[in-house]
């Protein structure tokens, strides 16, 4: 078994298309549904890198059209395996679809930082907002273990439902389904600080939420909340499940995937779609389940360190680190200029090499671009040594607001420090700036070189980045651009 977490939107598509198809393991309290779930509305929508954000948002409004029925609310969030968005702030609720829309375009495409993990936000999830009282929310978690698989159930759902482990009501659902639990048996493990009224609609929604979970190959469900509205008479329910988390048994893929994916297809999600003259059935298949890779990453320690220091000035410092033993280490003022060198290190074939991704620009101080030069520096200096050197780009674009000679007393102050083992590490050294006093910066950092007798290269604004970048990385690369002479 393999235990791979899907998508809010296709866990919700699963469960809603099979909730009234997948067989019960026993009678349950209703009668089967004369008619299946109307399909779920699920607007998914996901931006690629570069994407034009608005042409996406465009798309959808075509793509599901009840996204412009007038006076709609929706709930907006990333569909991205994020646990416990509403407290990042990222939940927007009961927002009209130009509402929606705006906040998505604030983020989409967008770093985002959740707890410890950074990630970028690609794929969103627009779904009708469901107004409903308090006092209907549920929570209800389905997780298998080796003895069979434990139903956990509260009396209360929402984000402050707290530590569920602790006071659910659960029982085991052994192995062996023959011994799959009464009706009765269901409502006294799970319901007993339910209302009566509504035992009969929650045992049979929970009978066969679990009949979907075996069906298709759970292996964890989540819903929180569950939204169960009885009707007058509690004959049945009406029932929304407003945040679901769900792990699929990858290795049932050859077994269950047609029914995972004919539960996403167009048709099951309400997608018009225009007539294909290529085959009659594929519009009805679906495509196959799509495993999320988990949200961002963690942040090493030093990445934490330039966040938190990021985060408490005006000025812009930021590190990620690529491949802590690759040979290519940039320290690079401006945003821009830090893409330009990535782009130009993966041309000259060093992809795989590049260290570090990262920038400090908005005129931080000389402290801070001291530290901020001593931490690249020292993970440069602690990964083992390489036979043939390191490189390090020291440089940005053309600065407007940054003083090269103020921040580049910060580098040449973490230099300073560590100058016998960049010796030791044979790390050749490609400074490239231009910008307001970059002369005064140039000459400094090249006599503060000759003084530390370091290997290291200075030029001015005559050499461009997709320069340089190849001279230092190219064997026999040459170039007509004189060095800086001061
Ligand atoms: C949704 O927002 C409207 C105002 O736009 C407000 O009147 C209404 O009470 C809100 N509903 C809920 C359930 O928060
Ligand atoms: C990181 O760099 C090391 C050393 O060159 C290399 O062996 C490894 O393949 C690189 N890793 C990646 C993911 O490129
Ligand atoms: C920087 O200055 C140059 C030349 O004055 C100008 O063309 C450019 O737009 C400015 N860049 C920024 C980001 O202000």
Known sequence: MSAKAISEADGKAIVNYHLTRAPVIKPTPLPPSATHNPPSRLASLYFAEGADVKGVLDQAETTYPWLLQSGSKFVAKPDQLIKRRGKSGLLALNKTWAEAREWIETKAGKSQQVESVVGVLRQFLVEPFVPHPQETEYY??????????????????????GDVDEKAEKIL?????????????????????????VHNVLVDFISRLYAVYVDCQFTYLEINPLVAIPNADATSAEVHFLDLAAKLDQTAEFECGAKWAVARSASALGIPVAPSKETKTTVDVGPPMEFPAPFGREMSKEEAYIAEMDAKTGASLKLTILNGSGRVWTLVAGGGASVVYADAIASAGFAGELANYGEYSGAPTETQTFHYARTVLDLMLRAPQRPEGKILFIGGGIANFTNVASTFKGVIRALREVAPLLVEHKVQIWVRRAGPNYQEGLKNIKSVGQELALDMHVFGPEMHVSGIVPLALVPGKTTEVAEFSG
Request: proline fraction near 6%.
């Open 140 to 161: 209800i978690n389905i997780n298998s273990v080796r003895e069979g698989d434990w139903i956990l159930f509260f009396h209360e759902g929402g984000v402050d439902v």
């Open 173 to 197: 659902i052994p192995v062996d389904l023959k011994e799959f639990p009464s009706n009765e048996e269901i409502a006294s493990a799970l319901l007993s600080n339910v209302p009566k009224g």
